[in-house]
């Protein structure tokens, strides 16, 4: 089963908004990170939060880790049509092994 | 410094055939992730391969296999194909230290996407 559960499944908003994703883990882990998948292309990676950081910030992103609820963020801010894409959060366990466990993504529309 | 490379990038098998899927690492990484992806299941860890060993498997059957070779090029083979097999195959590299730390950042292709007929 996936570790990760995004919220929401979907998102649709005009450029120049902010777009927010919601992800949810179920178990202790080393790293949280966040990857954009452009239409049946290869997954990129955006940002990496460690578990004992709160808040990260690269260029539009801005992302947060709640351990004790075992939850982050992601927020894109001022969005572009050029970052429709889905995002996915993704989680390095401290336990089973190296392997990093995607969630089910979210799809993101940006209008222009 | 190049990326990862998948090949072949599309390919058409019918049920019962077998298929292998190639993938080079980006020079230097030697842990090699393989993810299937299908719009119903999302992405799926198959396993992942570091120094020839494979380290960690996912929940698939047997008919799902794999290996990795000394210059950390990696292949994976399904047997028996079956419809449900139809889906973006997806290769991940990582520079897995044996000694860590690591953070497990993957580095993808552009995946493989195989059609069962």
């Known amino acids: 089963s996936q570790q990760g559960e995004e919220d929401p499944q979907a998102l649709s908003i005009q450029e120049g908004e902010n777009a927010t994703m919601n992800c949810s883990y179920k178990?202790?882990?080393?790293?949280l990170q966040w990857y954009r998948q452009n239409s049946g292309r290869g997954l990129v990676h955006l940002i990496l939060?460690?578990?004992?950081?709160r808040e990260k910030h690269s260029g539009r992103l801005r992302v947060t880790l709640d351990t004790s609820k075992k939850s982050s963020s992601l927020l894109i801010t001022a969005s572009r049509a050029a970052d429709t894409a889905s995002y996915f959060c993704a989680t390095l366990g401290n336990t089973g092994g190296f392997k990093t466990i995607f969630g089910a993504g979210t799809r993101l529309f940006v209008k222009a | 410094k190049a990326g990862v490379t998948q090949t072949p990038r599309y390919l058409i098998k019918t049920r019962g055939q077998q298929v292998t899927l190639s993938c080079s690492p980006i020079?230097?990484?030697?842990?090699v992730s393989w993810y299937q992806q299908t719009p119903g299941q999302g992405l799926q860890f198959l396993f992942e391969?570091?120094?020839?060993?494979?380290?960690n498997k996912g929940n698939f059957p047997g008919r799902f296999s794999g290996r990795q070779f000394s210059n950390s090029r990696s292949e994976m083979n399904v047997s028996t194909l079956e419809l449900g097999d139809s889906a973006l195959y997806l290769c991940a590299s990582s520079l897995r230290l044996a000694g860590g730390p690591n953070t497990g950042e993957l580095f993808f292709g552009e995946g493989s996407r195989l059609t069962v007929l």
């Open positions: 939060i460690r578990s004992n950081e």
């Open positions: 178990t202790s882990i080393n790293n």
């Open positions: 391969y570091f120094s020839e060993t494979q380290r």
């Open positions: 020079s230097g990484h030697r842990s």
